[in-house]
C-alpha cells in the first residue's frame, strides 16, 4: 500500500535529492515583534463595563441623528446594528399599550402583534429588496428599517401627549397631521438609505413596500385610542 | 495520475475540473425531469443540482467503502448469524444515507432564495401595465393567451388587499383583539390566494388546461387588483347601491380577463365551463364575502372571545341603507354643525 502510494506521488524519484550546506540561504524571515501588544489594544476585555456600554449608545445614538438628517451616507449601512431597531419597537409596542380595547387580560396581543408587524414586515421587505437585485446585505436593511421606525415613535410620543388633552377633531387633525409628517419622513429616510443599493430603474419597486409597511405602522398609530 | 478507485477525484476547480469520475461515466447526466417544470430558463439550478449530486455519490462512495471495511470484519468473525444481522443493517444504513441525502438535496434545492429571483425580475413599466390590463379582458380566445409569469405584482396586491382590510376594521370601530384580527386579515388573503390557485391548477390539471401553478398564482395574484380598489372605495364610502354597482363592474371586469385568458387555454365545452365557472364564482363570492361578512366575523370573533365580560363598547351597525361616510368625517362634521 505505502509503496503503491510512493509511487503515486509525482516527484517519487527525487526523495533523495538534498540541498548542500555550502549554498547560502537568504531571506527575512523576521517576525512582527508588535504583534502582541496590538492585540491588547483591541482586546476590550479590561476596559470598564461604562465604556463598553457607552460605545455602544453612542453608536446608536450616531444613528438615529443621521435618521434624523437622512443624507446619502453609508453610516449606517457600514456598521449596522439591532439595538436601535430593538429599542424603538419596544418603546412603540409599550406606547401602543393602554387603548381602548385594553381591559386588564389584552396586553398581550398588542403588544406581541406590534413586533411580529415590525420585525416580519422588515424581514419580507428585505428578501423583496434582495430578490430584485439589491446589493445590500439582510441585516443592513433590517438596521435601516428599524432605526426608520423612529419617526414614527416620536410621533407615537406626540399622539399620547396630545390625546391626554382631549381626543376631540382638533387633536384628530393634529395627530393626522403629526403621523402623516412622520410616515412621509421614516419612507423619505429608508429611501435614501436603501434606494442606492438597487439598480435605478426599479427604485420604485423596492420603494412601494416599504411605503406599505410604514403605512400600516402609521395607521395604527393614528387609531390609538386611549382607554376612559 | 490516480491509479486508485474511482471515487476519489482532484477536485480542485469551483466546476468541478476534469473529474476522473465523468470521465469513466461515474457520474450521473441524468436530469431530473420534473424539477424541470416552471424553471426551465435559470441553468443556475442545474449546475447546482449536479454539483451537489457529485458532491454527495462522493461521500456516499467513501462512506461505503469505510463501512464496508468494517462490516466485511464483522461478517468473518460472527459466522452466518453476522452475516444476517450485518445484511440488516447495511440496508438500514443505506435506506437512512438515501433519506438523508434526498432531504439534503431537497433543502439546499428549495431553501435557497435565489429560486425565486426569476420571478421577481420586473421593470416599474411592467408592473404598471399588468396592472391595468388585469381589468381589460381580451377577445381571443382561440389561441393561448400569454400570461406573465411573475410573483412581485401579485405579492404586493395581496399585501396591499391586507393593509386595506385592517384599514376597513378600523374604521368599522372593532378595534379588540388586533393580533386575532391582523392575523384574520393575512390568512384570509393569503388563504385566498394560495388555495384558490391550487384549487384552480387542480381542476386545470384533470380538465388538462394549458397552464402551470405560476401562471395561476400570477392571474390571480392580479385580479385581486380589482378587489383592492372597490373595497378601498367601499370602506370609505359605505353606500350599498355603490357597491353592488362597483362589484359588478369591477369585479366583473378582472374576473372576465381571468376567466378569458383560461378559456384561450382549455379545450372542450365542458372543461371550459366547469373551470371558469369555479373561478368565476369564487372570485366575484369573495369581494362580497370582504365586504360583508368580514365584519360580521370580526364582530362573532369579539362576542365568542369575551363571552359574559361585554365590554360597554359601542357597535357599529354597518348595515344602514343611507350615504355613512366613515367615523372621522362624521365627528368632523358633527363638531362643524355644534359651532
Known sequence: MAAAGEASKPFAGLSDVSISEDI??????????????????????????????????????????????????????????????????VTLALLLQGGA???????????????VIVWFGSIIITLNSKLLGGTISFFQSLCVLGYCIMPLTVAMAVCRIVLMGGSGTVSFAVRLAVVTASFGWSTFASTAFLADSQPPNRKALVVYPVFLFYFVIGWMILTFSPSQ | MSAGSGSRNTNTEPWG???????????????????????????????????????????????????????????????????????????????????????????????NIDILRPYFDVEPVQVRSRLIESMIPVRMINFPQKIAGELYGPLMLVFTLVAIL????????????????????????FGYWLGVSSFIYFLAYLVNAQITMLQMLSLLGYGLFGHCAVLLISYNIHFHFLFYVLWLLVGGLSTLRMVAALLSRTVGQTPRLLLCGTLSLLHMLFLLYLHFAYHKIVEGLLDTLEGPNMAPMQRVARDVPELMLNATVRNLGASLRAH
Open chain 2, 17 to 111: 475540473s476534469f473529474d476522473d469520475n465523468l470521465i469513466q461515466g461515474g457520474g450521473s447526466a441524468v436530469i431530473d425531469m420534473e424539477n424541470m417544470d416552471d424553471t426551465s430558463g435559470s441553468s443556475f439550478e442545474d449546475m447546482g443540482e449536479m454539483h451537489q449530486r457529485m458532491k454527495e455519490e462522493e461521500e456516499v462512495a467513501a462512506e461505503a467503502a469505510a463501512t464496508e471495511e468494517d462490516n466485511a470484519d464483522d461478517g468473518e468473525f460472527l459466522g452466518m448469524k453476522g452475516i444476517k444481522g450485518q445484511l440488516g443493517r447495511q440496508v438500514a444504513d443505506e435506506v437512512w444515507q438515501a433519506g438523508k441525502r434526498q432531504a439534503s438535496r431537497a433543502f439546499n434545492l428549495y431553501a
Open chain 1, 24 to 89: 547560502p540561504v537568504e531571506g527575512d524571515i523576521s517576525v512582527p515583534v508588535g504583534s502582541s501588544r496590538k492585540d491588547d489594544e483591541f482586546s476590550t476585555l479590561d476596559e470598564p463595563v461604562k465604556e463598553t456600554i457607552l460605545r455602544d449608545l453612542r453608536a446608536v445614538g450616531y444613528k438615529f441623528v443621521h435618521v434624523l438628517y437622512p443624507k446619502r451616507s453609508s453610516a449606517l449601512l457600514r456598521d449596522w446594528d439591532l439595538w436601535g431597531p430593538l429599542l424603538l419597537c
Open chain 2, 166 to 189: 385592517l384599514h376597513g376594521m378600523k374604521t368599522s370601530g372593532t378595534v379588540i383583539r388586533e393580533g386575532t384580527l391582523m392575523g384574520t386579515a393575512i390568512g384570509t388573503c
Open chain 1, 101 to 115: 380595547a385594553d381591559s386588564d387580560d389584552q396586553g398581550g396581543p398588542q403588544f406581541a402583534e406590534v413586533f
